[in-house]
């Protein structure tokens, strides 16, 4: 719909016949799609299965820290891990400032359209793809974030660095471009072996993840989950201790602290902790 209304060329066209044109180029679009979505919900009886009890107030007060945690990574993507912290935004005063937010970025896409099409279709691209897990009552509490969820919108991204680099180099010499884009490439290259190092097991994946998000519970879990595998069981157990103190919601923490409990032989502290784990589910 972006391309189609920012990118076609019309001359003299009266409205009514653009509107024409476009709501036929749709066709081949939306008819798909609405029946992808009537058997989508015929299959599952809602559209999504929401993650938890979060108002629209919660969602919409939340945007502008998930936005600004996608920004940073399609900018400057470090530090990386599996997981991350984040909390959702309860306050009215949250909810004002995302208001606030919402239309400055409504603005500037705006704005961006006019100065350059491509770029409008690219910040369309950008924001449409992401506005889906904007939404966090489909989503895991300690997992909100996500970089998978960037591989659409990076492409939408990466347009708009090509938009503003071209602008920026359209007048230079030849001569040097090729060295910059391989000096980039190889600082690219090197960052991204790095960033991939802690895939090497679960065991590295998770301790990464503590390290990056050590208030995340999931992340905690799972790490604690391959100390047990290697029989590291005390280090487990404090890891386990010191999470569910804080976050004494996490079933999941609870279950994992039951088992490690049960394994080591303590029943009644197994039994203690299963039945808190059943409760919070």
Same mark, same amino acid.
């Given at each position: $719909?972006?391309?189609?209304?920012l990118?076609r060329?019309?001359?003299?066209?009266?409205?009514?016949?653009?509107?024409k +044109?476009?709501?036929?180029?749709?066709?081949?679009?939306?008819?798909?799609?609405?029946?992808?979505?009537?058997?989508r919900k015929?299959?599952? &009886?809602?559209?999504?299965?929401?993650?938890?009890?979060y108002?629209?107030a919660?969602?919409?007060?939340?945007v502008?820290?998930?936005?600004?945690?996608?920004?940073?990574?399609?900018?400057?993507?470090?530090?990386?891990?599996? $997981?991350?912290?984040?909390? =959702?935004?309860?306050?009215?005063?949250?909810?004002l400032?995302?208001?606030?937010i919402? #239309?400055?970025?409504?603005?500037? %896409?705006?704005?961006?359209?006019?100065?350059?099409? %491509?770029? &409008?279709?690219?910040?369309?691209?950008?924001?449409?793809? $992401? $506005?889906?897990?904007?939404?966090?009552?489909?989503?895991?509490?300690?997992?909100? @974030?996500?970089?998978r969820?960037?591989?659409?919108?990076?492409?939408?991204?990466?347009? #708009? @660095?090509g938009?503003?680099?071209?602008?920026?180099?359209?007048?230079a010499?030849?001569?040097?471009?090729?060295? %910059?884009?391989?000096?980039?490439a190889?600082?690219?290259?090197?960052a991204?072996?790095?960033?991939?190092?802690?895939?090497?097991?679960?065991?590295?994946?998770? +301790?990464?993840?503590?390290?990056v998000?050590?208030?995340?519970?999931?992340a905690?879990?799972?790490l604690?989950t391959?100390?047990?595998?290697?029989?590291?069981?005390?280090?487990?157990?404090?890891?386990?201790l010191?999470s569910?103190?804080?976050? =004494?919601?996490a079933?999941?923490?609870?279950?994992?602290?039951?088992? #490690?409990?049960?394994?080591?032989g +303590?029943l009644?502290?197994?039994?203690k902790?299963?039945q808190?784990?059943?409760?919070? +589910?």
């Open positions: $719909l972006a391309c189609e209304l990118l060329q019309r001359q003299a066209q009266s409205l009514p016949t653009v509107i +044109d476009v709501a036929l180029a749709m066709l081949a679009w939306v008819i798909p799609a609405a029946a992808y979505l009537l058997l015929m299959a599952l &009886g809602e559209m999504a299965h929401p993650q938890n009890t108002s629209m919660t969602v919409i007060a939340s502008p820290a998930l936005l600004g945690f996608y920004a940073r990574h399609l900018v400057w993507p470090h530090p990386l891990a599996i $997981l991350y912290d984040l909390r =959702p935004a309860t306050g009215i005063a949250q909810l400032f995302a208001l606030v919402l #239309l400055a970025v409504g603005s500037a %896409v705006a704005t961006l359209a006019r100065w350059n099409r %491509v770029a &409008g279709v690219a910040a369309c691209w950008l924001l449409l793809t $992401l $506005l889906p897990v904007l939404d966090v009552r489909l989503l895991r509490t300690d997992a909100w @974030v996500q970089d969820y960037l591989y659409l919108p990076s492409f939408g991204f990466a347009l #708009l @660095v938009v503003g680099v071209s602008r920026v180099i359209a007048g010499a030849n001569t040097w471009k090729p060295a %910059v884009l391989a000096l980039l190889v600082a690219m290259g090197a991204v072996a790095r960033a991939t190092a802690p895939w090497e097991n679960d065991l590295l994946l998770f +301790d990464n993840a503590v390290a998000a050590p208030h995340n519970a999931f905690e879990s799972n604690a391959q100390l047990m595998l290697r029989d590291d069981n005390l280090r487990a157990r404090a890891l386990l010191d569910l103190a804080r976050d =004494p919601h079933w999941m923490t609870a279950f994992n602290l039951g088992y #490690l409990e049960y394994r080591l +303590d009644p502290a197994a039994e902790y299963l808190q784990a059943i409760e919070i +589910d």
